[in-house]
């Protein structure tokens, strides 16, 4: 981590209003709904801040009481939101969640046309926050949500590039907002510049028609994406990280699920907490394996913990044995 910067890490994106019925209930049923926010991006800033790390989220909001509660808890994680824009314009977006049991799955609505960042402009942005940074974490999400919001990102990544700001990328694949065709269409030139691509192996079949197993999987990507370092996950699978040619493995920690929501996202900030760090890729995956398990124990989209739990949670499976 470089001392003569700002952050370590600057995100960009927007994040929703998340509603969600108790124990298991149907909206239909529900009586009240819990409210949260969740959001990609900013999932990655809190994530990052819990753990010690200087972070920043980029975003525009409407200026009402939900724009602001949005505003309030991630900032009261230590992530510094004085580059979110504020409008009287548009809406803030919501999704609702229904957590079922087997064999009722569980179930996303999204309610977010319209809403204030698909106006978002390049002139907008204060782009002098790039050179505050050393790393952008970008997704494919925003890219998803408005022609403006994808110059947004374009520009992020080139700018970043220019000024020798590593950019790591989500593709986080949303198949309510937009098909395969269109998604890979538009992804796969912004994945071509990036240096960290992060991807499930769900996504690299859907978008990038990537088949066969974990390891045939891995060479397709590598082939599309020869120049950077690759990250895919694979649920039970584990996770694995080409770099330059090097593949490493590891295997993924035991958790019991209480909400999986956000769990790709403190995947990605535990790989980018020990990469940061300077840890070899080996570790960078166990950090993100170790982080998403915690995160699968906590209500919620964000992994609500410390750097001491983490690295608790780490030793253990080094000295006792824990999932090998």
């Known amino acids: 981590m470089d001392v003569g910067m700002a952050y370590d890490v600057v995100t960009m994106g927007e994040t929703m209003i998340r509603l969600s019925p108790p124990t298991h209930q149907r909206i239909e049923q529900a009586e009240y709904l819990y409210l ?5 991006e900013s999932n ?21 009481p939900l724009g602001r509660r949005i505003v309030y808890e991630i900032r009261g994680h230590g992530v510094d939101t004085s580059h979110v824009i504020w409008t009287r314009e548009g809406r803030v977006g919501t999704y609702f969640i229904e957590f079922g ?15 204030a ?6 002139e907008e942005i204060d782009w002098q926050i790039l050179s505050q940074t050393k790393l952008v974490h970008l997704t494919g999400i925003t890219v998803a949500l408005s022609e403006s919001c994808a110059e947004v990102v374009d520009l992020f990544i080139d700018r970043a590039r220019a000024g020798n700001v590593e950019v790591s990328f989500d593709v986080n694949y949303r198949g309510k907002l937009w098909s395969p065709a269109s998604a890979a269409e538009r ?5 071509a510049k990036t240096d960290i691509l992060f991807l499930s192996s769900q996504d690299a079949e859907t978008l990038f028609d990537c088949q066969g197993e974990m390891d045939e999987l891995v060479d397709s990507l590598s082939a599309m994406f020869p120049s950077q370092t690759i990250v895919v996950t694979r649920g039970d699978g584990g996770s694995i990280c080409v770099h330059e040619g090097d593949v490493h493995r590891q295997s993924p ?20 907490f020990g990469y940061l760090g300077g840890r070899e890729w080996s570790s960078c995956l166990e950090y993100g394996n170790a982080l998403a398990a915690i995160k699968y124990s ?13 690295e608790n949670l780490l030793s253990r499976k080094t000295h006792h044995g824990i999932d090998r």
């Open 117 to 122: 960042i698909t106006s978002l402009s390049p």
């Open 298 to 310: 906590i209500p919620g989209d964000l992994a609500i913990t410390t750097r001491e739990e983490l």
């Open 36 to 40: 949260r926010i969740g959001g990609a």
């Open 253 to 272: 920690f035991p958790a019991v699920e209480v909400d999986r929501v956000g769990a790709g996202d403190a995947f990605a900030s535990g790989f980018l």
């Open 101 to 115: 049991r087997t064999p009722r799955p569980i179930s996303v609505i999204y309610d977010r046309v319209d809403s």
């Open 187 to 191: 992804l796969k030139p912004l994945c």
């Open 44 to 64: 990655v800033a809190v994530d990052l801040a819990r753990l010690g790390l200087r972070t920043a989220w980029v975003s525009k909001l409407v200026d009402n």
